[in-house]
């Protein structure tokens, strides 16, 4: 079992940058491939940013790419979005994820641990 508190979120005027951080209780973290997905108002769950077990590899949506930055520290146990060029879409609660594949995984269904949400907002 693993327990998920993300924290970081606020709001943002669009352009600038919010650095989110991912905590994980228990001593496997490092068995556990992260994800960061969000949820805007209305919308379905989309998925943002994956990591590797090591953090060797990342993934990311194409709407993302070139500005956000997804690392993870297994001595902390703590799994990071570095978001830069915030936009006012990028209003939603964003979630992170754990899961057990050996590849940076973008399907809701390869997670199996989710956290309850942190909300950012970004202002235009």
């Known amino acids: 079992q693993v327990q998920l508190v993300e924290s970081g979120g606020g709001l943002v005027q669009a352009g600038g940058s919010l650095r989110l951080s991912c905590a994980a209780s228990?001593?496997?973290?490092?068995?556990?491939?992260m994800g960061w997905f969000r949820q805007a108002p209305g919308k379905e769950r989309e998925f943002a940013a994956a990591i590797t077990r090591s953090g060797g590899s990342t993934y990311y949506a194409d709407s993302v790419k070139g500005r956000f930055t997804v690392s993870r520290d297994n001595a902390k146990n703590t799994v990071y979005l570095q978001m830069n060029g915030l936009r006012p879409e990028g209003t939603a609660v964003y979630y992170c994820a754990a899961n057990r594949v050996a590849w940076p995984s973008s399907l809701n269904r390869d997670y199996d641990y989710w956290g309850q949400g942190t909300q950012v907002t970004v202002s235009s």
């Open positions: 228990g001593r496997t973290f490092s068995s556990y491939g």
